[in-house]
């Protein structure tokens, strides 16, 4: 397995070997290219898996399982073995065995995942948040927790602890908040805020050509065309129009002229 040994030189990996430690259990890697020592481990889990697996019907409960799995222990602790040329059976080897106690808790494995700090100086986690010094606004930061406690950490990427929190329940939309967060926040906030008065005269300036540019832009007029730049009057022509209709004809004059 790549969790347990390294692919290349088959060593114990140090995560894998920190289990070990803490369960009270040897490791003994199965050698490479030696099908015949890994085929005895698995021919095992394979003859309890087709020997009572499949035999489950379907729908039963917990208990009728657990019942069912007892009595197969049982049939495979009969099977005969010879250890220096005494015939004994895999239950009592079983039980020679000096075998330590599980301990009381799991294993201390971590979990951990990047979270991204919020300008309110928040990470979320698991459905809350937890407040982290301020000052380090869209900073990405690791939620650290240890299976098996209620404590929560936030590290910087150096591995350095700025925040300690107890764990709220997942999902409860709690934003625990620690004093001196609290404090720092209020101090930062102070440090930005500012006294003076606001400026109330305004200079007048005229649009410049670089703005002018733009708003013909947004009206959809081309820049350089000079024709869409032009504004049409429309009563120039309807005066003009009118002028025309009042003006006598040539028709008219040679009337008059009679």
Not at 204 to 217: G, I, Y
Request: glycine share 8%; proline share 7%.
């Amino acid at each position: 397995m790549n969790e347990a040994s390294h692919p290349q030189t088959g060593r114990i990996l140090p995560t894998f070997a920190a289990v070990a430690k803490y369960y009270g259990a040897g490791v003994d890697i199965c050698p490479p290219r030696r099908g015949n020592r890994k085929g005895v481990v698995e021919k095992a889990n394979h003859s309890a898996a087709q020997r009572w697996w499949r035999t489950v019907p379907d729908g039963s409960s917990i208990e009728a399982g657990q019942n069912g799995i007892d009595k197969l222990a049982v049939q495979m602790d009969l099977r005969k073995r010879k250890l220096d040329g005494a015939s004994t059976t895999v239950g009592t080897l079983a039980e020679a065995e000096p075998l330590l106690e599980l301990p009381t808790r799991p294993f201390p494995a971590e979990l951990e995942q990047t979270r991204v700090m919020s300008p309110q100086g928040l990470v979320s986690f698991a459905g809350n948040h937890y407040s982290v010094p301020p000052g380090l606004p869209g900073a990405h930061v690791m939620v650290r927790i240890r299976l098996g406690e209620d404590d929560l950490h936030v590290v910087t990427a150096g591995r350095a602890v700025i925040a300690h929190h107890r764990r709220a329940p997942d999902g409860a939309g709690q934003t625990v908040r620690d004093a001196g967060h609290v404090i720092a926040l209020e101090r930062a906030v102070l440090a930005a805020f500012s006294d003076k008065a606001p400026c109330r005269t305004k200079v007048h300036r005229p649009p410049s050509a670089a703005a002018q540019a733009e708003a013909e832009k947004l009206r959809g007029r081309p820049e350089a065309d000079v024709a869409n730049r032009v504004v049409i009057d429309l009563s120039h022509y309807a005066a003009v129009a009118d002028r025309l209709r009042q003006a006598p004809t040539h028709e008219d004059q040679e009337r008059e002229s009679e």
